[in-house]
C-alpha cells in the first residue's frame, strides 16, 4: 500500500534559503490529494531518530510564506552525519509513523543518507517514495548547475568584498579575508564578483582546487603591495598544500613549534597575517574571517536563489507524489538567464564533490575568468548594490607646502 | 580678507556614509555665491600636509549623488592622528592655497584637530571659518543625539546578530561575537534589536562601560546554555577588567603564561571561546569577530543615517557660509522621530567621550532597556528585515522508535 503521508527533513546546515524549500515542499503537497499529512523532523536527521516531528499540514499559508523568507532553518539542524546503522533508524521511525514520501534536503552526503534510506526501503518491501532537494552553500553537488544556497551565499561575499575592497582604498595595507568552502572555491570565488574598476580587489584569490605555496603567496602579495600599495586577497578555508594538507594545520604546527600554544593557535586568516607581517615587514596587515555569517545574513539574499529554492521543493513533490520516482532533483541552466529542473538517480550525485572547472580559473591560479562572472552573475539577483568613485581632478602644489612653517599667511597669489 | 575657496577633509576611519556628508557639503557650498572653489583633501589629515588636494567644483552632480551612496570614503582616509605640530603644518598649507573655510569630518579626536587650526588661524589673524561635522560608528560624541555613521553600523550588527540567532536555533551551542567600539558600547548594545521572539539573542550583552569579571562571565554563559541550550553572546572588543585592563591582553597573558605564543595570541573571540571550552567543557563553542565590515558593509546601510549624514554636511556650510561661525554641527531628537541641527563650540565636544547613558543598561549589567531600543530603533531606518518561526505542531510520539530494529514493515496502525 502507499502511504498518505510525507516526511521533509534536512542534512547539514542550514542556507539563507532553505526554508524555501521546505515551504515548498509543504504548499506543493498540500495541493496533492494522495497526500494527507505533511511532517516536518526538527533537528534534521536526528529529529527522525528522536520521533521529534512538526506537523506542518495546518500551518497558515501565510506564515509559511513569511518563514520562506527567513533565513537559516526553521526546521533546526544538526551536526549528526548519519551511517548505515544511523539510517537504518531512520528508517525504523519512517516505517513506524507510516511515512509514504521521503523529502531529504541536504548536499553531498545527504544523497548518500537518501539512498540508503531508499534501498533499504525497496529491499524490505517497504513503499517509500525518496527525493533528494539540493542544498549547500558550497555548491559541490554533481550534476547541478548551481544548488540553492549557493547564490545567496556568494552575493554575502561578493557585498563583503565589495566593503572590504572601498576599506582599503581608504586605508591601505594587506587584507585577507576567508572564505567557506572546504573542497570547492565557488565560493571564495565569488569574491571577484565585488570588483567594478580595474584596480578593484581582491587582487588575489586562493582556491582549494590548486595547491597553496607560503612561499609563492607571500610573493604574490609582495608583488601587489609594492604595485598598489594595498592588496586584498580572498582566501578559502580549504586551502592545501600540494600533497593535499591542510594549510592551516600547517602553520599552527609551525606556530607550535616555535613556541606557540596548541589549544588556541589562531584561525587561517591570523595565522596568514602573521606571516606577511614577519616575513614581509609589512606593517598594516589585517586578517578577517567571515564566517557562518556568510550563510545565513538576514538582509543578503538573492532573489532568483529564493525563486529556485521554493521550485527544487515544490519540484520534489511532482516528481515523487504524480511520478512515485526516487532521485534527486537538479538544477539545469538554459539560456542567459533561465532554468529548468530534473530528477536523477541518487547514485549519480551521492559521493562526488564537484569543484571549479579549469575554465573558470584563471592561467594565474589566483583570480577567476570572465566565464566564471558570466556563470554567476545571474545567481546573484536583483538590486546588487553599485558602488561609484569620484574622479579624480588633481589641484597643482603649491611650493609653500614644501617651504618651513611660517605662523603669517603668505602674501596672496596671482595664479589660483 | 575672505577666501572664497574652501576644504573638506575628514579624520579617522570610513563609515557607511561619510561619503554623504562630503557630498552635502560640495552641494550646498556649490550654491553659495561667496564659493568659487571646493577641494577635498585626499587621504583626509595626510593629504593635507602632503598638498594632495581633488577640486570637486565641476564634479557631476549625477556622480556626486552616486558616490554619496557608496559605503567607505571616495577621499581615502588616513590613520594618522594629528598632534599640535601636525595640525600647524595642515594650517600652513591652508594657508598657501588661500582656503578660506575648513570643513572637517570626524570624531573626537577630530574636533580637537579643528580647535587647534581655528585657534592657530585666530592667532595669526587668517581668516579661516571652522567647522567640524560630527561622524563615528562609536556613537561617542558629546553634545549629539546619535553620530552619522553609528545608525548604518547599528544596523549591520543588528542583522548579524538576528543572523547569528537563527543558525544558533538551528544548530546550538555556545556563540561568542565581538562587535566594534572601544570605549562606548552603543554599537555591541545595537545586538539587541537583532532580538524579535522572547527565547531570542543576544542572550548576554558585555559593554566597556560595565567591568567585566571572567568568572561572571562564565557562570552566565553556563546558566543561559543549562537552561536554553544555546547562548548567543555579544561583546564590546573594548572590555576591560575593575581595574580598567583590556581584556584581551589578560588573556593573550594568560596564554603566554601557559606556554602561548606572543607572536599570535588569538584574537579577543578566540580567546574567550577557548575559556568557555576549558572552563565549562562545551564542546560547541564558536567566536566570530564582526571586524571591520560592520563599518561599510556595502547594502546594509540606514537610510536615516544617509539622509542625516547629508544634511550635516549641508548644515555645515550654512554655518560657515552664512554664518561666518566655527563650531561643531550637532544632531538633536525632536518627537519620535525627527530631528534638527545645532552649532556649538568646538570646546563643548573635543577631548570628551559619551558613553552609554546607565538608563539604556538592564539592571543585571548585561542586557539593555526598553529606553535604549526606543532610542535606537527609528536610526536603523526602513526597510529593517524580519524573521518569522513556524509555530510548533509536535506529534505523538509512537512506541516503535523505542523498540529494536526490524526489518519488516510495522502493521498498519489504526489511529493516524
Known sequence: MSYNKILVSLGGGPTAVINQSIVGVVLEARKCHQIDQIYGSMRGARGIIDEDFSDLTSETRQNLELVANTPSSALGATRDRPDHKYC??????????????????????????????????????????????????????????????????????AQAFMSVNLESRALPGVRLVVVMGRNAGFLTAASALGKKYPDDGP??????????VLDDFLAEVRSIHAEKGRCVVAISEGIRDAAGRSIVEDLAARAVAA????????????????????????????????????????GCVSDVDQHEAREVGE????????????GSVTIRRRGFYSVDYGLVPLADVGGRTRTMDDAFI???????????????????????????????????????????????????????
Request: aromatic share 8%.
Open 315 to 326: 519540484k520534489a513533490v511532482q516528481y515523487g507524489v504524480r511520478g512515485r520516482l526516487d
Open 88 to 157: 537504518m533508524e531512520m528508517l525504523r521511525v519512517i516505517k513506524a509513523h507510516e511515512i509514504g514520501g521521503f523529502y531529504y534536503i541536504g548536499g553531498n552526503e545527504s544523497t548518500e543518507t537518501v539512498e540508503i534510506i531508499a534501498r533499504e526501503a525497496r529491499r524490505t518491501n517497504y513503499d517509500l517514495c525518496c527525493i533528494h532537494i539540493p542544498k549547500t552553500i558550497d555548491n559541490d553537488i554533481a550534476c547541478n548547475d548551481h544548488t540553492p544556497g549557493f547564490p545567496s551565499a556568494a552575493r554575502f561575499v
Open 203 to 212: 587582487h588575489l584569490i586562493y582556491l582549494p582546487e590548486r595547491p597553496f
Open 362 to 416: 584563471a592561467p594565474s591560479n589566483t583570480g577567476v575568468t570572465d566565464a566564471f562572472r558570466f556563470y554567476l552573475r545571474p545567481l546573484l539577483g536583483s538590486g546588487m548594490p553599485d558602488m561609484y568613485l569620484l574622479r579624480p581632478n588633481r589641484v597643482p602644489k603649491r611650493e609653500a607646502a614644501a617651504a618651513p612653517t611660517q605662523d603669517t599667511a603668505p602674501a596672496p597669489r596671482l595664479c589660483s
Open 259 to 298: 613556541g606557540g600554544h596548541p589549544a588556541a593557535p589562531g584561525t587561517l586568516a591570523d595565522l596568514l597575517a602573521h606571516e606577511v607581517r614577519s616575513q614581509l615587514g609589512i606593517a598594516e596587515v589585517s586578517g578577517l574571517t567571515l564566517g557562518y555569517a556568510q550563510r545565513s545574513f538576514v
